[in-house]
């Protein structure tokens, strides 16, 4: 099994509907991330969490939410999804022990708004 | 702040040939600095990555990157291309002090017969 599980793998959704994203993970590492991959752009971050007490914005979180359920799990929520919002998600986990902020990934959700 | 860029979105090269991808990086700490390498329909995995240590490092697949401080370079190469390392491939940096990576926007790699 994945270290580092994503769910649904694809979706597509309407314009205006609110849809979850989830991210569950057995690595054991307190940090967890959520990033967007578009062509052309990399990675971008939008939120990061580094224990479920503690939740930062990252670079674009405009339109979105999370939640951290528990350590293992941290879902994304797009309240009113939109058209410019479709791209591939990532969850990544990492280990501050190791102290080099590595990130270990998720297969990605292939999320469209139409 | 750290950013990070790659140079040359789309790379070509034959079988067997060299191959070199480029980055470089900004960051007002020293940094950690990883490779990493995304298949088709894949998440991203890890390559390589230096944190400090040796300045030439090698990783998976044959793949290598070498850190060069003067430059603020960590480009990465590979002797003899296959043709199983295409793919697209994302330079990051991270550091001690950042709470996360920030990655570069990306090259793909494509090896022609």
């Known amino acids: 099994d994945a270290d580092v599980t994503q769910t649904p793998r694809n979706r597509i959704t309407k314009t205006g509907k609110r849809i979850m994203l989830e991210c569950s993970q057995t690595?054991?590492?307190?940090?967890m991330y959520w990033y967007r991959q578009d062509p052309g752009l990399g990675l971008r971050l939008i939120y990061y969490?580094?224990?479920?007490?503690?939740?930062n914005k990252g670079e674009i979180s405009d339109g979105y939410s999370v939640s951290r359920q528990a350590q293992a799990k941290f879902s994304l929520s797009l309240e009113s999804a939109i058209p410019n919002q479709t791209a591939l998600y990532f969850c990544?986990?990492?280990?501050?022990?190791?102290?080099?902020?590595?990130?270990?990934f998720g297969q990605g959700t292939r999320l469209t708004v139409v | 702040a750290q950013s990070v860029t790659q140079l040359g979105s789309h790379v070509s090269v034959s079988e067997g040939a060299l191959v070199l991808l480029r980055c470089n990086y900004s960051?007002?700490?020293?940094?950690?600095l990883f490779w990493y390498v995304q298949y088709p329909n894949q998440g991203l995995q890890l390559l390589l990555k230096?944190?400090?240590?040796?300045?030439l490092v090698k990783g998976i697949n044959g793949f290598e990157a070498e850190f060069k401080k003067s430059e603020t370079s960590f480009h990465l190469t590979k002797p003899s291309a296959h043709m199983s390392d295409a793919a697209e491939y994302f330079c990051?940096?991270?550091?001690?002090?950042?709470?996360?990576?920030?990655f570069g926007s990306g090259t793909q790699l494509t090896v022609l017969p």
């Open positions: 960051s007002s700490v020293p940094p950690y």
């Open positions: 690595k054991g590492h307190d940090r």
């Open positions: 990051a940096v991270g550091s001690g002090s950042a709470r996360q990576l920030t």
């Open positions: 969490s580094f224990d479920v007490k503690d939740i």
């Open positions: 230096y944190t400090s240590a040796a300045t």
């Open positions: 990544a986990t990492s280990d501050p022990g190791q102290g080099n902020t590595e990130a270990f």
